[in-house]
């Protein structure tokens, strides 16, 4: 058994190891790491910080842009905790301002904007700076003709912030219409949990939605809608899988070849740009 003499658990030492939310495996940090955060004995996608996530798919190739926007607390909000506590936790434990890190990039031979939403930081909620950060990365796809990629993951509106929060659904939604008629893709990538506000927003609008295996995509969750219309859901009801099945998302790619298939989507869609363009159909601006 793997317990002490004293009969307590022994404590795996932090940093070095982790293990396994699914299947309770213990893996090493850097072999977790090497396989790009995926368990090595039961294949579970493990979350991944949204900085991690632009390293995996862009490498050192990147350039964050409004960095050092600071969210407020214009309700002076307070439930279980002041929403200025839940700040400042999320800010220790991510070491970003806010929820999401936007910036340009590389990936493979194709220069693109990124945003990531981080999960660790309040659920990757999208308050007010959430929403404007994740409109400037669209804006800034616009000005510089960039294609554009936004990995979800988030439980949704930041409730702390009431109305302004849900403002944010719509800014974002419009910004992606400015994005559409500039004739520039967006991918979006949806990882375990994107639901609710995001959801509902620029995470749903994607010229082309990916999503991660078995990753749960949802506005209400499942526990929700069971209490309310009180059936029983069917198996894998909300996962990448279910959705792909019923037109929600167009693709389920494997962590491994994410980063391949972004590519090859880009390169599709921006090469029928320079056709447009070439052709006349797309004017200069
Ligand atoms: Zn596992």
Redesign the pocket.
């Known amino acids: 058994m793997p317990f002490h003499e004293s009969g307590k658990k022994k404590s795996v030492p932090e940093g070095l190891w982790a293990k ?1 939310p ?4 213990i893996i090493y940090n850097k072999e977790l790491d090497k396989n790009l955060k995926i ?1 090595s ?4 996608n493990m979350r991944v910080s949204a900085r991690e996530r632009i390293a995996m798919l862009l490498g050192d190739a990147f350039k964050e842009i409004a960095s050092m926007i600071e969210p407020e607390d214009p309700l002076r909000f307070s439930d279980t905790a002041p929403y200025k506590n839940r700040l400042e936790d999320g800010q220790r434990k991510t070491g970003m301002k806010e929820a999401v890190v936007i910036g340009e990039g590389q990936l493979g031979p194709q220069r693109i904007v990124v945003g990531a939403l981080d999960f660790g930081f309040m659920g990757g909620s999208m308050g007010s700076v959430v929403g404007e950060k994740v409109t400037m990365a669209i804006e800034y796809a616009i000005e510089h003709e960039l294609p554009l990629l936004i990995v979800s993951s988030s439980g949704g509106a930041r409730m702390q912030e009431g109305i302004l929060s849900l403002f944010q659904m719509a800014k974002t939604s419009a910004a992606l219409g400015l994005l559409e008629k500039a004739r520039l893709p967006y991918i979006s990538l949806v990882v375990d949990p994107t639901t609710g506000g995001v959801t509902a927003s620029f995470a749903m609008l994607g010229d082309i939605i990916v999503a991660e295996p078995k990753a749960l995509v949802a506005f209400a969750g499942p526990r929700v809608i069971e209490q309310t219309i009180r059936q029983t859901l069917p198996q894998g009801f909300q996962q990448s899988e279910f959705l792909l099945k019923h037109g929600m998302v167009d693709l389920v790619v494997e962590r491994h070849q994410l980063k391949e298939t972004l590519i090859r989507l880009f390169g599709f869609f921006m090469k029928a740009r320079k056709n447009m363009r070439e052709s006349g159909e797309l004017k200069s601006r």
Do not use: A, F, I, Q
């Open positions: 396994c699914k299947c309770e495996h368990c004995k039961c294949g579970h």
